[in-house]
């Protein structure tokens, strides 16, 4: 176990490191070009007028003193200082409060949408993968903060090199033997790598446990959950969910705090103690019994020699900081490196119509011990209406994320007009396809927006007019405040609407007659509704997709008796095929299913034969 635990630690090597700091500042420069060379410039600007106003001017005006100059000896370096530090504090004060500002939007956008464009091309199956998604999560919270830790600890570097030249040079030019004193505060690297170390792994492992807090409360503040959450006992079981994960992310301190504080403890020593005090005594000594120094060169060696110790451990701490952020753009960059294992072949074909044909399609979800689907085989023709039915679990929901490649088939192959679906674009093939899902989502926009669910063009308006009649929502959109204008959800506008749930799956319809399709597929968007208003939405469904293929999932099967085929999946194998006439003749486990439900049929005047 031990073994184990040890091979888990985060490691990287130097030129990895060197390697995704690099990677990151090359993206700092295509997102914010010249902000890294602006900052650092103003660093080493500081680094330099601070030496000269702390150490050189206090030298300067104390030596004076002790030798007898007068105050306009002195005068004209202190107006010189004055000015400087009057200049630099108003560029650092514009740059500060207004360009960075513009400059870290700019960063924040660029590695947001980069993120967001690749969370986009990932397969499905990534998000169902728990480390996959703890990887996503860590580059999506981490990505521009990282970025802006790097142009940080880059600016610091040069600080830090800048101050340390300059009071090491001052200190030499004094007495070199005080140099020997800065060798101490080297010692402390150690700790500091310890110290980064243990603060990375604490990292790694909460970040689990952060993510199951942020849930539970998710589901204490979002609408989704809030009925179950007041009309049941949930809340309990949440709430110690909760308390789990507190407890654990504790322990997890409490297993790397002391560390922390051990490590942060004797990196004070060396620097604070050993290296502050030996040297204070040793200037002192020379100052006050063998008089090699003056009393200006005796606190300026004190103030040097405290500030070459905080660079050597400040520089010490921003090398290991540089090795930090290596570790956190590791999961970056394995996010971005990420290959899709449902992408285009180098060579892809034009999009033909024609019949959607499944041949042997067997498929087994990743880590599962047996196939979902088994040995499929399904004709959709060109302008068919084809059913997919059968009770919960059957794979129906499984047979469409195929169909629309959002995976592929373990075995077997799908075919459109007659090609194999994986030789065509990607996105061509999808874009065929209208689909509305069983678990659809209202975005905090327009109705018109979440109708088209792209940006609005000019002539859209008659587009989604045109398909929220056909949907049913029509008379719903007519009553809201702006019509197709109006904001949907109250999450940004206190005035927005909020649709019930019936109302919603006839908006998500909509969505399927703003295009032209090859075929349209409907995964049960008809749940919430009434059997009759859901015999409707089929009617209407069949008619307006006269032209193209129709394939719909339904576990009520008014909708059934429309298709000109009828598919029943059981257990992830088709088990009946027919016109609703055939199967009903047969007398099977369609007839069966079918008659179970017939008291929701009467009201529409379906017949049972």
């Known amino acids: 176990m031990s073994e184990q635990k040890k091979d888990e630690k985060p490691k990287i090597s130097f030129r990895r490191t060197v390697s995704n700091n690099l990677f990151m500042l090359k993206l700092l420069h295509k997102a914010s070009p010249g902000r890294i060379a602006i900052e650092m410039g103003l660093w080493a600007l500081e680094a330099v007028i601070g030496f000269f106003s702390w150490q050189y001017m206090l030298r300067h005006i104390v030596n004076g003193i002790e030798q007898g100059k007068g105050f306009s000896d002195l005068a004209a370096l202190l107006v010189a200082m004055t000015v400087l530090n009057v200049v630099l504090v108003l560029v650092q004060q514009l740059w500060y409060q207004i360009f960075s500002g513009f400059y870290y939007q700019k960063t924040a956008k660029y590695f947001q949408e980069l993120v967001y464009k690749k969370a986009a091309s990932v397969d499905l ?79 790694e492992q909460t ?27 949930i809340y309990r079981v949440m709430a110690k969910r909760f308390a789990t994960a507190i407890k654990d992310t504790k322990a997890v301190i409490r297993k790397y705090g002391f560390k922390c504080a051990l490590y942060g403890y004797l990196i004070e020593i060396f620097r604070e103690v050993f290296t502050f005090l030996g040297a204070t005594v040793y200037a002192v000594y020379q100052t006050l019994v063998t008089g090699n120094i003056l009393y200006g060169d005796c606190l300026v060696i004190i103030n040097a020699l405290t500030t070459l110790s905080w660079s050597i451990t400040g520089s010490a701490d921003t090398l290991f900081r540089f090795q930090e952020h290596a570790l956190y753009i590791e999961n970056f960059r394995f996010f971005l490196d990420y ?47 084809i059913a997919l039915v059968g009770h919960n679990g059957a794979g129906k929901s499984t047979l469409v994320k195929l169909m629309l490649r959002l995976y592929d088939p373990t075995d077997g192959r799908i075919t459109l007009g007659g090609e194999d679906i994986r030789d065509y674009s990607v996105k061509e093939y999808r874009e065929s396809f209208s689909a509305v899902f ?13 109708v088209l669910l792209r940006p609005m063009r000019e002539g859209d308006e008659a587009i989604v007019e045109t398909a929220l009649q056909k949907s049913g929502a029509a008379t719903r959109v007519s009553e809201m405040p702006e019509g197709t204008d109006s904001i949907l959800t109250r999450e940004f506008d206190k005035n927005g609407t909020v649709l019930s749930g019936g109302e919603t799956q006839k ?55 429309m298709a000109d085929r009828i598919y029943m999946l059981e257990n992830g194998e088709v088990i009946e095929v027919g016109t609703h006439g055939e199967l009903m003749a047969k007398n099977g486990k369609y007839a069966d299913m079918f008659r179970k439900q017939a008291e929701n049929y009467v009201a529409l005047g379906v017949s049972l034969s």
């Open 125 to 203: 199956a990534c998000y169902e993968n728990p480390d996959f998604y703890d990887k996503y999560m860590k580059a999506l919270n981490e990505t521009v903060s990282r970025a802006d830790g790097v142009a940080s600890s880059c600016s610091m570097m040069v600080f830090e090199t800048v101050r340390f030249a300059a009071n090491a040079a001052l200190l030499f030019a004094i007495d070199p033997v005080f140099l020997l004193f800065l060798l101490i505060p080297l010692l402390s690297s150690i700790f500091i790598k310890k110290q980064k170390k243990a603060d990375f792994e604490k990292y």
């Open 438 to 450: 069983q678990d659809f989502h209202v975005f905090s926009l327009s109705v018109s927006e979440n």
């Open 339 to 385: 290959e899709p294992k449902i992408r285009d072949r180098e060579t892809v074909l034009p999009m033909k119509k024609g019949d959607l044909v499944l041949e042997n399609v067997s498929f087994r979800y990743d880590g599962a011990e047996e196939d979902t689907l088994k040995n499929i085989h399904i004709t959709c023709g060109e302008k068919e209406k």
């Open 507 to 561: 908006l998500a319809i909509a969505h399927a007659f703003t295009k032209e399709n090859a075929f349209v597929i409907l995964d049960e968007p008809t749940s919430a509704l009434d059997p009759i208003a859901e015999y409707e939405m089929y009617k209407n469904m069949t008619e307006a997709c006269e032209n193209c293929g129709m394939i719909f999932i339904s576990h009520r099967l008014s909708s059934a008796v």
């Open 207 to 233: 970040v689990a446990m952060n993510r199951r807090c942020d849930y539970t409360r998710r589901t204490y503040y979002l609408g989704d959950y809030a009925k179950e959450m007041r009309l049941s006992n």
